[in-house]
């Protein structure tokens, strides 16, 4: 299973940013998949995960009411729309799959993780 992450950039305080998460060998639709993300010093945190085929969405309170997880099954692709961006927002994000029903919040929950694509949120 390979996990190709993408959409990272350098966004304005404020502004909006739409993060992809491709598989190759794993079908999102009927496996959970994470977001999480990593900022200079700090540990990886959680930000999202969902599990469609077991109906399941969760957000970090950090986040909730202002990302959203989505998936087109067609791309085997997985997004994390991000609005109203902070600079406390400003780390490496990464996406990650794994066969649960529900979806882990936690880093060990998750055996396949993308490479990373990082955001920048200026002040």
């Known amino acids: 299973v390979q996990l190709q992450a993408s959409g990272g950039g350098l966004v304005q305080a404020g502004g909006s940013l739409r993060l992809s998460c491709t598989a190759s060998?794993?079908?999102?639709?009927?496996?959970?998949v994470g977001w999480f993300r990593q900022a200079p010093g700090k540990e990886r945190e959680f930000v999202g995960s969902?599990?469609?085929?077991?109906?399941?969405?969760y957000y970090a309170d950090s986040v909730k009411g202002r990302f959203t997880i989505s998936r087109d099954n067609a791309k085997n692709t997985v997004y994390l729309q991000m609005s109203s961006l902070k600079p406390d927002d400003t780390a490496i994000y990464y996406c990650?799959?794994?066969?649960?029903?529900?979806?882990?919040?936690?880093?060990?929950?998750?055996?396949?993780w993308g490479q990373g694509t990082l955001v920048t949120v200026s002040s």
């Open positions: 060998g794993r079908a999102f639709a009927t496996n959970s």
């Open positions: 969902s599990s469609w085929i077991g109906g399941y969405t």
């Open positions: 990650a799959t794994d066969s649960h029903v529900v979806p882990s919040k936690t880093v060990s929950g998750y055996y396949y």
